[in-house]
């Protein structure tokens, strides 16, 4: 066994060795298109973790000025009241408003806002959300308003934004993953040429077919694994560096979750390139 | 020790190879299979290494029917024969001392196996002292040793030769043939296919006879080829 372990390690090590502007190659492919496969996918998780938020609870909110008087405020939520598409509404102060401020901002922002600098809001429900620019041409222009949003058309268009960005990066990735394997092969191929020799006084002195397929199969996998890790390592960077709202920022778990997803995706193009490249080339 | 019965074994582009072959050789046995290019020498020999498996009939070697041998096994049969060649085989950027080595190693021999066994071998065919060569830097017959010393440094049952004197001179051939029977008198059986008459003619072994995939003389001391006229 320890005979064959050195033996594996040698083999796999010179062929890498030899072929090494293809293992580079190989190596950089798989990277990339891992890294993309990982962006995709925590871009894919931060939107749908950010519109969840967004979603649950209010569809439009009319933001007050802060200086809106005590009738401007009384007239907007009489209106609101008799309004037949507005289901319900709900009134928040600006104490409220300053509370929930300081969640969603990071503090660098939050720390210069003041009580008083906050608008007051009433968040409400139309009865069907397309109703929501009703109630915000309605009221846009209302004394005492500051403006109104309507949280779920941004949150779709951004949705749109992302799917198609993220359609973009999966069939990216998908090329190049496809490129990657073909090259992994093809570097596996030209391994078992440069020793063709060896392989057929291996096979006549009686060495076992895995002894002599290990060292190919262990030189793919080890191509994907350290694509994969780079990818990992790339993954990571943007996840921790890219300067995101917090609704978008993703928790530890599905940043582990997306960097298994890559690893096992590299060790996976590995083995499946050496894998036919074995099949095909090397006749044991 | 080897026994072929009703042997036969077609090409797939329709060129039969063997012919309803039947021949048993025993343990410890020196056999010479001789007869003109195509005849069937070489599938023989492959047949014997599993390389190709028969059409029709039962190869046993040691009691074992190798046609029914699982895929897997067949490297385990190899273990048991050694191999040698016209062309020699030898691994050019591994030294002499390596090439023989490498039969060992790749089928997982300790390395204190390896330091015992390949130097005693090597002593054997005379090439201790070349022991650090590469093999371009030997002669032919030097080299031929050493792959006689590949096929033979993990003491295989049986030993085939494919003309292994084919490339060399008389002086080189008679010191492969005394180093073969050197290996044939350990009790290991040696099948050699040749087409030297002079060689097979003094050695006066057993000798089978192929013609188109046929046995057509099967003689205990024979000669290269008794009804063969004399070409002047």
Request: glycine share 6%.
């Amino acid at each position: 066994m320890r005979v064959y372990l050195r033996y594996a390690v040698k083999e796999t090590l010179t062929n890498l060795w030899r072929n090494r502007m293809m293992t580079i190659a190989a190596v950089l492919t798989v990277a990339v298109s891992l890294s993309l496969v990982g962006a995709a996918l925590l871009l894919k998780q931060s939107a749908a973790q950010a519109s969840a938020q967004w979603q649950q609870g209010t569809r439009v909110t009319i933001w007050m000025q802060p200086t809106a008087t005590q009738s401007e405020l009384a007239n907007v939520q009489n209106q609101l009241s008799t309004l037949p598409i507005v289901k319900n509404c709900t009134f928040f102060t600006q104490a409220q408003d300053y509370q929930e401020a300081l969640k969603i901002l990071p503090p660098s922002e939050s720390s210069v806002l003041h009580v008083s600098d906050m608008p007051s809001s009433f968040r409400c429900v139309p009865t069907v959300p397309s109703n929501a620019f009703v109630v915000e041409s309605t009221f846009a222009t209302q004394p005492g308003v500051y403006r109104v949003t309507a949280p779920e058309q941004q949150i779709r268009q951004m949705n749109r934004a992302i799917r198609i960005l993220q359609v973009v990066f999966l069939a990216l990735a998908a090329v190049l993953l496809l490129s990657a394997t073909v090259l992994i092969l093809n570097t596996i191929r030209m391994a078992i040429f440069a020793r063709r020799r060896e392989v057929s006084v291996m096979k006549l002195v009686g060495a076992t077919n895995w002894f002599i397929r290990v060292p190919y199969m262990t030189e793919g996998f080890l191509q994907g694994l350290i694509g994969s890790l780079i990818a990992v390592g790339a993954v990571t960077a943007l996840h921790t560096w890219y300067p995101l709202h917090n609704e978008f920022q993703l928790n530890t778990n599905a940043l582990l979750g997306t960097n298994a997803v890559v690893l096992v995706a590299g060790v996976a193009i590995g083995s499946v390139g050496s894998a036919i490249a074995i099949r095909r080339f090397l006749d044991v | 020790m080897i026994r072929f019965e009703n042997v036969s074994k077609t090409y797939k582009n329709g060129t039969p190879a063997l012919r309803d072959v039947t021949v048993n050789i025993d343990k410890g046995e020196f056999v010479f299979l001789v007869g003109a290019s195509g005849s069937g020498k070489t599938t023989f020999l492959r047949l014997l290494l599993r390389e190709e498996l028969p059409d029709k009939g039962r190869i046993l070697e040691a009691g074992r029917d190798i046609g029914t041998l699982s895929s897997w096994r067949v490297p385990y049969l190899r273990r048991n024969i050694g191999c040698v060649f016209q062309d020699f085989r030898l691994l050019p950027n591994k030294s002499v001392f390596d090439n023989v080595a490498f039969a060992l190693e790749v089928i997982g021999r300790p390395r204190s196996t390896v330091e015992s066994q390949v130097p005693q071998i090597l002593d054997l065919v005379g090439l201790a002292d070349k022991a650090r060569n590469l093999p371009g830097e030997l002669s032919g017959g030097e080299q031929q040793r050493v792959a006689v010393a590949r096929a033979f440094v993990n003491r295989p049952l049986i030993l085939l030769a494919d003309e292994p004197t084919g490339n060399l001179d008389p002086t080189n051939s008679e010191v492969i043939m005394a180093l073969l029977e050197r290996i044939n008198r350990t009790g290991t059986t040696v099948v050699m296919a040749t087409h030297d008459k002079a060689l097979v003619d003094r050695m006066r072994r057993r000798v089978i006879e192929l013609d188109h995939g046929e046995v057509v003389r099967d003689q205990a001391r024979g000669v290269y080829g008794i009804d063969e006229p004399v070409i002047r």
